[in-house]
């Protein structure tokens, strides 16, 4: 079965320093990966996923099939970053009955 | 937000008693689906609908049903409700993307159940 692995439950990181938040996946096929955040008190929405290859509010993510990771970076870390965030796979060709969430990374921006 | 909205936001119960939340959308996407999120284990998915009266399970339907008998909305049943069924229920649909490509998942705000 496949799962999704964000180590880091918390992370804190300085206004301006980058940030990176770790996902690794397993799963023998080829997925399709997605970053969703929750602001505070806020329904989930769709941060970026892997096969549209766009910057979002500046974060980026790669798929690296070598290393089953799509971690999520951004350069210069801005307050408003401060969310809860989940990684997520679907199977290709699956559709997303088969959405397979993380257990989630709280960033915090410190000031 | 994809006119998603979820019945009641908030929710205190009592042990054993049967709780009802609705998830309701406007725009008759095909695919819904109830998650409960937790501490510690993210997002889970509870059940499922493709279609009108077509459901499945998702990785925690145990003591959870569900029921489409509508395109609009899905219906997430605790027939008993019990402790740990004290959770944070999102439900969600799927759109597709102009291009064709993968579907997206759009959540609503969320149903606080509290089961004391």
């Known amino acids: 079965a496949q799962r999704v692995t964000q180590p880091e439950k918390l992370l804190s990181v300085f206004k301006g320093a980058p940030v990176e938040l770790k996902c690794n996946y397993s799963y023998s096929g080829s997925p399709e990966l997605f970053w969703y955040v929750q602001y505070s008190r806020q329904r989930l929405q769709l941060l970026l996923r892997h096969i549209s290859r766009e910057s979002i509010k500046g974060f980026t993510a790669d798929l690296n099939k070598g290393e089953t990771s799509f971690h999520l970076k951004k350069p210069f870390a801005q307050e408003e970053d401060s969310a809860m965030y989940y990684c997520?796979?679907?199977?290709?060709?699956?559709?997303?009955?088969?959405?397979?969430f993380g257990t989630g990374t709280r960033l915090t921006i410190i000031p | 937000d994809a006119g998603i909205t979820q019945s009641p936001r908030h929710k205190v119960t009592e042990t054993g008693t049967p709780v009802t939340l609705r998830c309701h959308q406007t725009?008759?996407?095909?695919?819904m689906y109830w998650y409960r999120q937790d501490p510690g284990h993210g997002l889970r998915l509870i059940h499922y609908?493709?279609?009108?009266?077509?459901?499945d399970k998702g990785e925690v339907s145990d003591g959870y049903s569900v029921s489409r008998s509508k395109t609009e909305d899905f219906l997430l049943t605790l027939e008993s409700a019990t402790s740990s069924q004290t959770s944070v229920y999102f439900c969600?649909?799927?759109?597709?993307?102009?291009?064709?490509?993968?579907?997206?998942?759009?959540f609503g705000p969320g149903t606080r159940l509290l089961v004391l």
């Open positions: 725009e008759n996407h095909r695919y």
């Open positions: 997520a796979l679907t199977l290709e060709n699956f559709g997303n009955e088969k959405l397979t």
């Open positions: 609908s493709y279609g009108v009266k077509d459901t």
């Open positions: 969600a649909i799927s759109e597709s993307t102009t291009s064709g490509g993968q579907e997206t998942q759009y």
